[in-house]
């Protein structure tokens, strides 16, 4: 089977819940990963859960 792109996801543990908590912070990051990957953003989504906890996605396309 030929993969038409990459797939990442991350389970994080042991790190600072403020920061995993940070909606802005997080979506930041993550755009400026794909940024720095040289990717085009294509859409995003990014949830604020209550009490706590953060999702979020991007889709990209990324020519070579």
Do not use: Y
Request: a negative charge; one cysteine or more.
């Amino acid at each position: 089977m030929n993969a038409l792109g990459k797939h990442l996801l991350l389970e994080l543990k042991e790190c600072d819940k403020e920061v995993l908590n940070d909606l802005d912070f997080l979506r930041g990051a993550l755009l400026k990963a794909a940024d720095k990957c040289g990717a085009t953003i294509l859409g995003e989504s990014f949830h604020q859960f209550n009490p706590q906890g953060v999702s979020g996605w991007w889709s990209s396309l990324s020519l070579i």
